[in-house]
């Protein structure tokens, strides 16, 4: 599955649900699973922020504990005016989707719009991959 507005959508349609106050800064991240499976997760709320985790923890976490092929991923957070932004990946998340291979679609915010997003492939956003080399 590529990543499209399906994807995003439903990203967007679980914060509005898990998190009805738009008063407050929250996000969430959804994933394709190779048989168009979506998985969705939030990061917890926690007191020391070196216990935290992103937004797509969860959902990398249900890929791999049901043997599920990550294809697409997207970031979302819906800030405090009510309009939602695009969140690339950050390392870790880069990292960890790349269990999954280069070919793995992620949202990224369009250059002059944030609140609108674009696909590229893992292997675009990090041309130079340090573990190229042992997966080839």
Not at 34 to 39: K, N, Q, T, V
């Amino acid at each position: 599955m590529k990543l499209d507005e399906k994807l995003v959508q439903a990203c967007k349609d679980f914060i509005k649900t898990r998190f009805p106050d738009c008063s407050v800064i929250e996000g969430a991240a959804a994933m394709y699973t190779e048989s168009g499976e979506i998985l969705i997760s939030t990061a917890p709320e926690v007191f020391n922020e070196g216990a935290g985790l992103c937004h797509e923890t969860g959902a990398l976490c249900e890929a791999y504990k049901k043997s599920l092929k990550i294809t697409a991923s997207i970031c979302v957070s819906r800030e405090k005016n009510g309009t939602y932004i695009i969140l690339s990946p950050c390392g870790i998340c880069q990292e960890r989707l790349y269990h999954y291979g280069g070919e793995v679609e992620v949202g990224v915010p369009q250059e002059n719009n944030i609140s609108k997003w674009e696909s590229k492939k893992l292997s675009e956003v990090q041309p130079y991959y340090w573990a190229k080399p042992f997966i080839e």
